[in-house]
């Protein structure tokens, strides 16, 4: 058979539960692997950082208190799952969903509070080892914990010793400074490996124990005892614990644990002491009242030797009987020898009454007696006996069984025996039971060997008398002599239910019933090939109708059956659960484990037949090959250029593919039937997120991928547009002072941009840019324009790019106008000077402005130089005054210009001042009048007196009389006029003209008077008085007429005391 699966190759172990005991140990050490969250991962990544590498799983919590699920929380011998890297800072609660026990063979570490709640079982194997905070172990259902702790577990205990589903074993060392365990049944192996952090022994109710059975806590006794033992042939000293007198020191009430029920009430007679050795377990003896449990295997063998080949001593005689309770642990004892022929009791336990023995294997093993001789128990008055077996030999006189020699009350269950049962020469023998009565109950057994006496011999019970057996099958044969049948060889009443023997083992069912009385129910005969089938056992039903013998693993059921292969098992008896499971690796799935077979195993990946013996597993399934899981890393990267969409390119998916068994990589590849970007745009896209993604290939079905969505790197570039300025696009302005363009760049104005994806560029332009004229700044027709650097703006440019960057045209600077006006108050005037023009120049802020230059310019430009004219030449007031033809200059004059060429104004053309001179002249007194004659001074340029037509210029005097001696003034005249306004002239007289005319004295006589010149240029002195004295004689002179005398320089004069009166 073969079918799919996703099942992990790991070791799930159910601890199975009959009667309300452990009935069967926790398996043996195996291929587990780390915990597995399975679906629950992704929900744990919010919880906590979880990573494994090699044989280590950390677990990082992202808060105080963190909540954790897992299909599968097991760990395996030399792994480690490690909490907070080793430190105890925060609490975690572990709840595990999947169907297995949690199988702890490895480390847990750290944490400050870890909880573990698993309904299907808690084992800590031998050897495992939990150094942790605090330490909660539960078998409460997952969802009512799960409740009780929130939605926002604070850390406060979920637990409350509710109802509980499975068994905790703790066999390993925990160090933990509280443990608190809760659970149907817990068994703790030793107190010792139950330590503080410190490692010393934890104790009060730093341990608290809620159990619904009254768990099994081993402690190994505070003191030994020594004695002789009988040892082939001699005596040899042997040390073993002292049971008798126990110092109890160790126990779980002697360090205070808080033990008790699950409704508080608190448990008694919980404490187990340990036997590690044969002598130990012979020591029993010393107290038969007392409770055991097997610390681990024994081996036996040496008791071959003992007591000159009797053996080992059975535990309890019918003078000091066994009323204790042993636990085997789920160990084996093997080898044990007991050779006492004519002793009536004899068995691992001689004689046990109201006692409990469990959990036990008997391998390898010699019993023989005289009478109620077992394999376990030779004699068992209202014991309980339940998941045991025996293999080896069973021999005695009568009531003899595999199990069992004689059985009064009490109850066997789920045992199996393998061993042979003989009777020497009387009669009663048993696979499991020589004989039972007064009310035992044997149920859930089965026997595979053989069984030989003279009569009343049973593949099951030798005889029962009212009592019941159940749900039994033999296979083993079944000789005699009387009363022989394949399942019980008499019935003395009782019932016989649900029984099956082998065809060819024995006669009949039972070989005599009482009275003839039928006491049988659905018992029966078949042939081996129909004892493997499920079909034979349909009938097979316990007290609620629910069947008990499971195809399928894990249901918990006593009966356990391969179909087609095997007889119904006991679970009781098996090594739990267990999921037969691989990763595909290439290889046919083999198996070293003797216990399980494996039918026409495959290598490719489904489930294949296998089954289990009864010292195997309660296998889950079959044989399963999981697929392969594969991670994918090195997706290849893709890009495209901007389309607006998110669209990827699937054809470009490639990943490399991880895990992949060597030598297969060419047998499966990876595809994607969705590829999309994580963003249209080209700022934010840099992934491609692939869908769809799966496996194929030849070699795709032994492979599945870790996650059908993969992730590459991935581009988009940004589409390019074409710039362009438009036809007949200009760039002109005013003068300025920079080079920069004033005009602005508009789409669809002067530039074009094309290329879009749709309507995006209904939202797109150039960005705002600054052209610059390439000459400069100065005015100029048609220079170069260039707008360089040109970008994108709007919603969506970065989606896309320009042809270029650079944009150039023409454009011309016209010169800037400036404002020219004359300043208030400014006149023009002048002296006619005989020609129109203005004499005074413009002169920029005397007497004009120029204004509106460029910011900072304009110091340097003025108006060129040039000569304003009057409406004509002539004097006058308010004439008009032009300046024509102005221009600029100074540097940078080119760009500007004139709001006018021309400046009108006023002014006035003064009368210009002409000087009539008269030629001085001179008689002497008494002669006639001269001529007298003269100059005009001050004509303009090329003017003479021509300019006063025919008036001509005449000189005259007024006096008429030359008598008097004195100056007298020359009067010049132009025409008749000689003092005012002529033309545009204003004629005056010199000043010297008033004394041009001499009249001299006539000469006196010699003397002094004689030597007197006067002066040509008489200079006046108002210093004068009135009068002067001439000759001694006072003459009435105006001083102005008194002209300045000197002695010639001629004359030789010499005056002494003279004076002028």
Request: net charge negative; aromatic share 8%; with cysteine.
């Amino acid at each position: 058979m073969k079918a799919s699966s996703n099942a992990h190759l790991r070791r799930t172990l159910l601890c199975a539960l009959v009667a309300g005991s452990i009935a069967a140990p926790f398996a043996a050490p195996h291929a587990y692997a780390l915990p597995i969250e399975g679906a629950h991962a992704e929900t744990n990544a919010g919880e906590a950082n979880i990573s494994t590498g090699g044989a280590v799983m950390d677990i990082a919590g992202k808060t105080e208190h963190n909540v954790l699920r897992w299909e599968d929380f097991s760990v395996d011998s030399g792994e480690k799952v490690r909490f907070d890297g080793g430190a105890q800072t925060r609490d975690y609660l572990n709840l595990v969903t999947g169907e297995g026990a949690s199988n702890i063979y490895g480390t847990i570490e750290g944490g400050r509070n870890v909880y573990l709640v698993n309904p299907h079982g808690i084992l800590f194997a031998k050897g495992s080892e939990v150094n942790t905070g605090a330490l909660y172990l539960s078998t409460a259902n997952v969802d009512a914990v799960a409740s009780a702790a929130g939605t926002s577990w604070g850390g406060n205990s979920p637990l409350s010793a509710g109802t509980q589903y499975g068994n905790v074993l703790n066999l390993g060392t925990v160090k933990a400074s509280k443990l608190y365990i809760e659970g149907k049944n817990v068994k703790v192996l030793n107190t010792d490996d139950i330590q503080n952090t410190d490692g010393t022994a934890l104790t009060g109710t730093n341990v608290k124990i809620r159990s619904a059975e009254t768990p099994h806590i081993g402690y190994d006794v505070g003191n030994r005892a020594t004695a002789n033992f009988n040892e082939g042939g001699g005596s040899m000293w042997r040390t073993f614990y002292n049971y008798k007198y126990p110092n109890t020191a160790k126990s779980a009430s002697g360090r205070g644990w808080d033990v008790a029920n699950l409704g508080g009430t608190a448990h008694t007679d919980y404490d187990y002491m340990r036997v590690h050795t044969v002598y130990d377990l012979q020591n029993i003896n010393a107290k038969r009242d007392g409770r055991y449990i097997l610390a681990g295997d024994i081996d036996a063998t040496a008791t071959t030797h003992w007591n000159s080949g009797a053996g080992f001593a059975p535990l309890g005689d019918v003078g000091n009987k066994f009323t204790g309770r042993l636990d085997g642990a789920g160990h084996t004892l093997r080898g044990l020898y007991i050779n006492r022929q004519n002793t009536y009791s004899i068995g691992l336990f001689g004689y046990a009454d109201g006692a409990r023995i469990e959990n036990l294997s008997l391998v390898d093993g010699y019993v023989e007696g005289d009478e109620a001789v077992g394999g376990i128990v030779g004699y068992a008055d209202g014991t309980e006996i339940r998941n045991v077996s025996y293999a080896g030999s069973v021999v005695g006189n009568q009531k003899v069984g595999g199990i069992a020699g004689d059985v009064s009350g009490g109850s066997i269950q789920n045992a199996w025996n393998a061993g042979t049962v003989s009777v020497r020469s009387q009669f009663l023998a048993g696979g499991i039971v020589g004989r039972a009565m007064n009310n035992a109950v044997i149920q859930n057994v089965c026997n595979t060997g053989a069984i030989t006496g003279s009569k009343l011999v049973g593949g099951i019970v030798g005889a029962i008398d009212d009592s019941t057996l159940q749900h039994a099958w033999n296979t083993g044969t079944v000789t005699g002599n009387q009363k022989v049948g394949g399942i019980v060889g008499q019935a003395l009443g009782g019932s016989i239910r649900h029984a099956v023997w082998k065809s060819g083992s024995a006669g009949q069912a039972v070989g005599e019933s009482n009275n003839g009385a039928d006491v049988t129910t659905d018992v029966k005969v078949a042939p081996e090939a129909q004892m493997k089938l499920a079909a034979t056992y349909t009938d097979w039903k316990d007290a609620n109708g629910n069947a008990i013998v499971a195809t399928e693993g894990g249901k918990g059921t006593p009966w356990r059956i391969y179909e087609g292969h095997t007889m119904p098992l006991l679970t009781a008896l098996m090594k739990g659960t267990k999921r037969l499971e691989k990763v595909y690796d290439g290889n046919v799935f083999a198996t070293t484990d003797p216990h399980i077979t494996l039918v026409h195993p495959g290598k490719d990946v489904g489930t294949y037949d296998a089954y289990s013996d009864q010292f195997g597993y309660d296998l889950i399934g079959g044989a399963t090959i999981k697929s392969r899981v594969l991670t994918m890393s090195g997706v290849a990267a893709q890009s495209k250029t901007y389309d607006g969409t998110t669209a990827a390119d699937i054809s470009k998916f490639h990943a490399t593919l991880n895990n992949v068994v060597s030598g297969e990589e060419s047998l499966v590849t990876a595809t994607a039937t969705g590829a999309t970007y994580n963003s249209k745009d080209v700022a934010t896209a840099n992934t491609v997120n692939y869908t769809g993604v799966a496996l194929g290939g030849t070699g795709a079905g032994n492979y599945t991928l870790a996650a059908s969505t993969a992730q590459g790197a991935g581009s988009i570039t940004a589409k390019q547009l074409n710039l362009a300025l438009t036809g007949g696009a200009r760039f002109d302005k005013t003068y300025d002072g920079t080079a920069n363009v004033t005009q602005t760049l508009t789409k669809g104005t002067n530039y074009s941009l094309t290329g879009f994806i749709g309507t995006e560029g209904d939202h797109l332009a150039l960005a705002s840019a600054t052209g610059t004229y390439a000459a400069g700044k100065d005015a100029a027709v048609n220079k170069g324009v260039t707008f360089d650097g040109l970008t994108l703006t709007g919603t969506g440019a970065g989606n896309y790019t320009l042809d270029k960057t650079t944009l150039t045209g023409t454009g011309t600077i016209t010169p800037k106008q400036l404002n020219l006006a004359l300043m208030g108050g400014a006149r023009f005037d002048k002296t006619y000077d005989g020609n129109a023009n203005v004499t005074q120049t413009l002169t920029k802020g005397t007497n004009y402005t120029l204004t509106n230059f460029a910011d900072g310019e304009g110091a340097d430009i003025a108006l060129a130089p040039v000569t304003g004219t009057y409406t004509d030449k002539n004097a006058g007031t308010g004439k008009a005054v032009t300046f024509g033809g102005l221009t600029l200059t100074g540097t940078g004059a080119g760009n500007y210009r004139l709001n006018t060429a021309t400046l009108t104004g006023t002014g006035t053309i003064a009368h210009r001042d002409l000087t009539l001179t008269a030629d001085a002249r001179s008689i002497v007194q008494g002669e006639a009048l001269p001529s007298f004659t003269g100059r005009a001074e001050g004509f303009a340029d090329g003017e003479d007196e021509r300019v006063f037509g025919a008036d001509g210029i005449t000189f005259g005097t007024t006096l008429t009389n030359t008598d008097t001696p004195g100056s007298y003034g020359i009067t010049g005249r132009i025409g008749s006029t000689s003092d005012g306004v002529l033309g545009n002239y204003r004629i005056g007289q010199a000043a010297g003209n008033a004394n041009a005319f001499t009249i001299y004295a006539a000469d006196l006589p010699g003397g002094i008077l004689a030597s007197l010149v006067q002066d040509a240029a008489p200079r006046f002195d108002m210093g004068f008085g009135q009068e002067v004295y001439v000759f001694g004689l006072p003459r009435p002179v105006p001083t102005a007429t008194l002209g300045i005398y000197r002695f010639a320089a001629a004359r030789d004069i010499s005056i002494e005391g003279a004076r002028l009166d």
